[in-house]
């Protein structure tokens, strides 16, 4: 590998100003204002696999385009699906930013601009890999197929039909997938992501007298919807942070010893981490370290809540609302757990109150660590970054993720190069460019070790 | 009483032109742009004592002035206090109303206007009165002190404040108080108010993270705030509605016999009062009836909820709040329930939340049933209205009526003359034309009862 590095190092000051030129684009999606500039980064994408003589398609769909390109297929080796996506979040609030948001700036190391770590930088770490391979050798040793996406930051409704459709299962068929868009576990200490946790949404309503009604005169007689929407939330949980919806646990994934002694030997302590967010105390379900609980371990969080006035007024209200959510982990079938839910919240629902339940879902994942796609990218990895991966899981949701394994079939690695501190749909987004180098290299040898 | 009765009924129609024309002035307390119309209604009030030759004083106080007026003390009998009001309840939404709010209309023998009902007509039944008393027999057979305030509707500041002074002691010492300002069971069938419920009031706040957090990332080791109050708020009270602070029952004052039997006695069902509110079942505490459920239980409602968004961002939130109550009822001590609801949501706090709690209270009262004074407008009311009057209990708080207990030890008797359906504080208030006249009778009357 010893020419596709010296490339990779002779073309460094490129790659940055090839980041720069995309970053200057200010590509918002949800900006309807925006969308020229957004159409703009769909082109720009397209025109480096163009300048590749890739075969090359911008894919119209219900919003923003899909940028597709393939390199030829590799027999006998497997073929790689490339993800990431070239819109950004809004820069508001514009005044707490030291450099403009789409004047990319380099300090300290790092290049700040919104869209620096997501997914702008990590989205091109694959795509600027590909042409040392090329220009060097001629060919890459596993087939690639790339797909850019517009509407991350506005919830993928056009990659998502897309891939509805016969031709996408087709055109996008894959043996593995790989986005780079999350953290390593920190600073110098890259990670391989290969789990993540589902969810199913709710959003609760609670009815009940036709109006608000004089707490003193009514008082006593008439359910009131806070007090009841208190008292149905409540017991969603127990005191030991259990979930009490029958059920719940049935087909929740043990963690294994090795995932535990994995998680129990990263550099992690609660201490560190309540001075981290600021709090005294922690809490969560008994019997599981805070990482485990955070990463592998199904939750119960209820996100917002209303109901009567602020002000000291002593009615009984009306109505009141709340939503909520379970966080979700392999194996559990998120119909199944909306389903209990319901019926949970039905069978308690004291008299004289209304309960209206909508819900959505989406499952949690994992990919198992014994994949020899997990190994090689744990290899590949090591060659970038001088040090050997970590294995971690996080418990947010990735649902394209989710999606690739439905409609694709397939599992996704997740190697991303970011940071905790970058910033991340915040001001003074930032990448750290010597993790940008990195990642090129570390792309670059991932498709070597697959294709051993 | 022949004599009194024949004045009474001579000068009826003198009686709706005096309640027209106070209730022509717009004497809307909470209106800054109102406090001319407010000062000229206590002017109106002033001139209604001096006409009869009475010693009238227009007090200054903090905010709007009470008046004050009284007759000779009356060797060997008691003396009497008189309290009512002489200030409104703002009138938005001014477009529903049928007639404007202070253009006196009669309809279907009505009288609308703003404080037809809330206070002005009430409050001038024992004022009018009077001179049927001076004019017939030039003097009364008990002594009358009236105190007719023009803040009731925005707190009563300046007139508790007054009853804090070794003055207004002096000058209001009575033996009985005597308040037209509450409602008949229903139509027909006058009543006797003989307790109040107190409350402690509280405002929760709940503080978790320095800032809100992603849900994925950090749910199921960060304590959630809305979670945290929810739990808090639920433990409060059990399923059987049963407050679950320690001590809490300690010194409820249980339903006599005789009380229960007299509430069973009266005409009314739970179908009927579900229909009114337009829900399908009640709740409260096991093993009371709707009415002592009403009356003379403590309850639990809470008035507002609030915390996070409404949208669907899965954010664990920084902050949380309610504000809730409790109706207390005789001899809950509202220092003691405070304390101990403190402490009870101390020491369930979760680790990783700080709870902010602030309160106030005010005491339940009742006037014993047996008193002498409560059978004598028992018997007032008969002859004034046709009907003996009912026994009943109000689950709301009128703070005034405490504060006599307090400041000047003395129980009040609580004869309303009005109606649930009078649209109190609401657009097209009115008043039983019939009843306003039936209500001076009735005052009448008292004073002779209160005279044996």
Known sequence: MDDIDAYLTAQAGQFEDDLCSLLRIPSI?????????????????????RDLGLPTEVIQTSGHPLVYAETP???????????????????????EWISPPFEPTKRGGNIYARGATDDKGQMLTPLLAAPAWLKTRGKLPVQLKFVIEGEEEVG???????????????????????????????????????????????????????????????????????????????????????????GFYDDVAPLSDRE???????????AAFKEQIGVKGLTGEEGYTTLERRWARPTFDIHGIWGGQQV??????????????????PNQDPPKIIAATREFLQKRCPPGIEIE???????????????????????????????????????????IVTNFRQQLGVDTLLLGWGLDDDNTHSPNEKFCLADFHRGIKASAHLWQELAP
Chains 1, 2 share one sequence.
């Open 312 to 329: 000291s007024k002593t009615a009984i209200p009306a109505k009141a609302g709340a939503n909520f959510s379970f966080r979700l982990v």
């Open 156 to 246: 993928s409704d056009g990659l998502n039909g897309y891939l509805e459709s016969a031709a996408a299962k087709e055109r996008l068929a894959c043996d593995v997938a790989v986005i780079s868009d999350t953290s390593q576990f920190g600073p110098g200490q890259p990670a391989i992501t290969y789990g993540l946790r589902g969810i199913a949404f709710f959003w609760l309503k609670a009815s009940g007298p036709r109006q608000d009604l004089h707490s003193g005169t009514f008082g006593g007689a008439v359910t009131n919807p806070i007090n009841a929407i208190c008292r149905l939330l409540a017991s969603l949980i127990d005191e030991r942070g259990r979930i009490q919806v029958p």
């Open 29 to 49: 999606s949800a900006d309807t204002a925006r969308h020229g500039d957004v159409r703009q980064a769909a082109d720009w994408v397209a025109g480096q696999f």
């Open 357 to 399: 339940l909508t819900a959505r879902g989406a499952s949690g994942v994992v990919v198992p660590l014994e994949s020899p796609y997990v190994s090689a990218a744990s290899r590949a990895i090591e060659q970038g970054f001088g040090r050997r991966p970590v294995f971690i899981r996080e418990g947010g949701s990735i649902p």
């Open 73 to 95: 297929k590799v027999p006998g080796k497997p073929t790689v699906l490339v993800y990431g996506h070239y819109d950004v979040q809004p820069v508001e609030p514009l005044e």
């Open 260 to 270: 535990r002694q994995q998680f129990a030997a990263l550099p992690f302590t609660d």
